[in-house]
């Protein structure tokens, strides 16, 4: 069955770095669009970066984490990459990665930026 399982998430300090993954199994990984989300509790899941299939080539990120945010993906480990740098307390969230074309979920990771 389709599984995605997001891993790399933790506590950091302001200005800090993480790097999360997702890794995916039971679909043809490499065609597939994958989606970073993440969520606070009581407000919309805010969707954070964007990458398609088939090679990558189409990658888009949202005002918000723009220039902070990197996402990338290596088809040969089945996984999606999120490296985010200058966190701020802001990004404090748990991240979801998305396979958008069946609209399915990971279980998420949590993001505390904090000093």
């Known amino acids: 069955q389709v599984q995605l399982a997001e891993s790399g998430g933790g506590l950091v300090q302001p200005g800090g770095s993480l790097t999360l993954s997702c890794v995916g199994s039971?679909?043809?990984?490499?065609?597939?669009?994958i989606h970073w989300y993440r969520q606070v509790p009581g407000k919309v899941r805010q969707l954070v970066a964007s990458?398609?299939?088939?090679?990558?080539?189409?990658?888009d990120y949202p005002e918000s984490v723009r220039g902070r945010f990197t996402i990338s993906r290596d088809d040969a480990k089945r996984t999606v990459y999120l490296q985010m740098n200058n966190l701020k307390p802001e990004d404090t969230a748990v991240y979801y990665c998305?396979?958008?074309?069946?609209?399915?979920w990971g279980q998420g990771t949590q993001v505390t930026v904090s000093s």
């Open positions: 998305n396979i958008p074309r069946i609209d399915f």
């Open positions: 039971g679909f043809t990984f490499s065609a597939a669009a």
């Open positions: 990458i398609s299939g088939r090679g990558g080539s189409m990658i």
